[in-house]
């Protein structure tokens, strides 16, 4: 039942059907009598005509006979839209839409510093990302690219600049503003378990994404002690903030907008440099195709090293605690069509090929499943887990 409808019953009809247990204790306390308790998180509603308000009598001024207007913690779980004027940019710290509080009882300030970033990263969404935003198989990548680059066109390779980078957008080339970041985070990822951040490791996540970046905050680095909070926040200039459209709804003289578009429109570089290929465009050898991580201005190399998991519970299978750091993000839960730990079925298809080929693939990858899951081990390892998950599913 999905329906929550205006059920008007009465005190005596209560009592008459009191072989309901719940129906009965509230009968005891009178039908209209105003109860205390908790049915939506911590806030609590009145209790008329034997219902909780909030949740089944429908007060609706309009003519809905179904529904119910949401409670407000419902409406603040949901409202974590964040705008590039700072509208929503959180000053405390929030999780589920109920305020986090400090050790003092108090409202707890929302902040996050570059490295718990990092380790919330390797924890959440290394696996899909890859290290360092460097991006997997199929996932974006949350570096890489310039500026200047989103203007080149693919160009025909005989062209007079044969070299010049494809375009590549990533959060640090192309995102206009740093408020999308936060409220993409916190809204979608990761991606398996959305709307599960706090507000301080949303934060936390998005000084590690523009450290990555190498973007800066008032002319500083953001270094691993980097602490982001919503005053920081409201200084933060992306790289590509100019690079959209110029301002047309200009208001106050509707001509300033004809203005700026014209201006804009006679720059060629505007909208791109080089000679667009439109035809037999490959020829001979492809400088352009280079691989992702030569194009990527980011210099340091990314580690292939992770620290090997040593699972604290010994009476465990000792893959377990592996298991559940590199690969249950993807194999826990049905979100990207990954076969599903524990679902018989869905394993028994994968292994009907032959528990070999399930190994090859597994390694070399295959289609949403990165090689090795994205991660850097021996084959024989990443076989141990294989047969953990398998056994784990009969
Ligand atoms: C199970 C895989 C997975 C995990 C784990 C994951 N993501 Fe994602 N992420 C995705 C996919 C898929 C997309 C693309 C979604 C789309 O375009 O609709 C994406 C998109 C993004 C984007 C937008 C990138 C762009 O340029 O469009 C950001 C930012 C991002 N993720 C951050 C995170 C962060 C931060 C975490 C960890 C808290 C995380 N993701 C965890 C799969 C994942
Ligand atoms: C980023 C998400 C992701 C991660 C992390 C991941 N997997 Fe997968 N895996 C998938 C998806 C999606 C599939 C289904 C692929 C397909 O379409 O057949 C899959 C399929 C598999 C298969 C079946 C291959 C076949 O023959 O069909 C095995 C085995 C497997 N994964 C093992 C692992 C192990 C072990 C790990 C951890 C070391 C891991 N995966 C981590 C997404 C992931």
Known sequence: MCILENIKLKATTVVGISLSASLMITSAFGADK???????????????NSKYTSYYVNDQKAKFSHGRIPTKTEIAAWNVDVMPDGTGVPEFDMKHGKVVLGDDGKSKKAQGSVEQGAELYDAKCGMCHGDFGSGGKGYPALTGGTVGSLKNQLMNPADENPNMDPPQRSIGSYWPYASTLFWYVQDAMPFPNPKSLSNSETYALVAYLLSINTIKIDGKELTDDYVLDREKFLKIKMPNANGFYPDVDTKK???????????????????????????????????????????????????TKRDWFVPENKSAHPMQGVYEEKCSACHGNAAIGAPVVGDKDAWAKVTAK??????????????????????????????????????SSK
């Open 253 to 303: 003289d509707p001509k300033q907008g004809v203005k700026n578009m014209t201006k804009f429109m006679s720059d060629p570089k505007n909208y791109g440099t080089g000679t667009k290929c439109m035809k037999d465009c490959i020829k001979g050898k492809i400088p352009v195709l280079k691989i992702a991580n030569e194009l990527n201005d980011f210099q340091p190399t990314p580690s």
């Open 34 to 48: 105003k109860i205390d308790r908790a049915v939506d998180g911590g806030v609590k509603y009145d209790v008329k």
């Open 354 to 391: 032959g528990i070999d080929a399930v190994y090859k693939n597994g390694i070399n990858g295959i289609n949403g499943m990165p090689p090795k899951g994205g991660h850097d081990m021996s084959d024989a390892d990443f076989n141990k887990i294989v047969d953990y998950m398998l056994e």
